[in-house]
T-cell receptor
Framework: DVKVTQSSRYLVKRTGEKVFLECVQD?????MFWYRQDPGLGLRLIYF???????EKGDIPEGYSVSREKKERFSLILESASTNQTSMYLC???FGSGSDNQPQHFGDGTRLSIL | GDSVTQMEGPVTLSEEAFLTINCTYT??????LFWYVQYPGEGLQLLLK?????DKGSNKGFEATYRKETTSFHLEKGSVQVSDSAVYFC?????????????FGKGTKLSVIP
């Protein structure tokens, strides 16, 4: 069965800290994505990666960076956390080229609070 | 750019009522269309999809038909249950090779009461 695992369900950090959110998928997917979900705004894409060591900015990349050193793992990094980054973060993955009809599979999310 | 507009919630229905959640989109070419569902405390799950005009996606009693002439992909269910209470997201992926990003609507929260 398809599995996308996010390392933490809940996380509390302080302003200015460097924060790492980890995501692992076991489906050999080429593509991986990080979204944030906020009430009234739906899901917004932060970054995505279509291959190891490759990354592309999404709609709201400011204040974030990503790392993809291995195919199965995609990390989201908040370089210096701020209170406006308090949100639900969702990781997703999907197959790549030649699989245009394949959906994205999501993890259960990490609810991050920045104090 | 591409966009998805879905009806504002929340929607509250009694058990066994008929459900419609409207979704319209703006996109060039021939996008693929999806409905995702998010149950409380969980991530998103794919509910159904349609990849070309007039396709009908269906799953768990839910249906949606890809209507290119009206750029719509409305979600319907004939008889909702309490267990259908969740947030529903309409999404599109642009057509063409190399288009992997999804554009989501803002979500519609459904509450079904016994």
């Amino acid at each position: 069965d398809v599995k996308v695992t996010q390392s933490s369900r809940y996380l509390v950090k302080r302003t200015g800290e460097k924060v790492f959110l980890e995501c692992v998928q076991d489906m050999d997917h080429e593509n991986m994505f990080w979204y944030r979900q906020d009430p009234g705004l739906g899901l917004r894409l932060i970054y995505f990666s279509y291959d190891v060591k490759m990354k592309e900015k999404g709609d709201i990349p400011e204040g974030y960076s990503v790392s993809r050193e291995k195919k199965e793992r995609f990390s989201l990094i908040l370089e210096s956390a701020s209170t406006n980054q308090t949100s639900m973060y969702l990781c997703a993955s999907s197959f790549g080229s030649g699989s245009d009809n394949q959906p994205q599979h999501f993890g259960d999310g990490t609810r991050l609070s920045i104090l | 750019g591409d966009s998805v507009t879905q009806m504002e919630g929340p929607v509250t229905l009694s058990e066994e009522a008929f459900l419609t959640i409207n979704c319209t989109y703006t996109a060039t070419g021939y996008p693929s269309l999806f409905w995702y569902v998010q149950y409380p405390g969980e991530g998103l799950q794919l509910l159904l999809k349609a990849t070309k005009a007039d396709d009908k996606g269906s799953n768990k009693g839910f249906e949606a038909t890809y209507r290119k002439e009206t750029t719509s992909f409305h979600l319907e269910k004939g008889s909702v249950q309490v267990s259908d209470s969740a947030v529903y997201f309409c999404a599109l992926r642009p057509g063409g090779a190399g288009s992997y990003q999804l554009t989501f609507g803002k979500g519609t929260k459904l509450s079904v009461i016994p």
